[in-house]
């Protein structure tokens, strides 16, 4: 609950925080000249987060996560090559070396 409560404060908090710094500043008495431009922007801005919601859902949910890497990254993995060890089988089989076991 936290992983997907976390990616969507901090969309509100990013979006919204410059916009309400700049609201507190002008009801303090900065003049609205300052940052006018921007102030508007931003407004206009705080409509979109909703939009955005989404894409900052989605990095939280596993399935999705997934379902998304593949979706983005349609290309395959290259296969990787392994060596193959060959193996050495014994002809005859119930033959002993006796010169390794010491002539028992």
Known sequence: MAAQLLPISALYFCISFPTMILYTAYSAGVPRTVAADYFSNSILLCFWII?????????SLPEWRTKCTKIFLFWRAKRRVNPEIPLTT???????????????
């Open 51 to 59: 939009l955005f919601t989404p894409f900052a859902i989605v990095p």
């Open 90 to 104: 014994r002809l005859t089989v119930g033959r002993i070396n006796r010169a390794a076991l010491g002539r028992q």
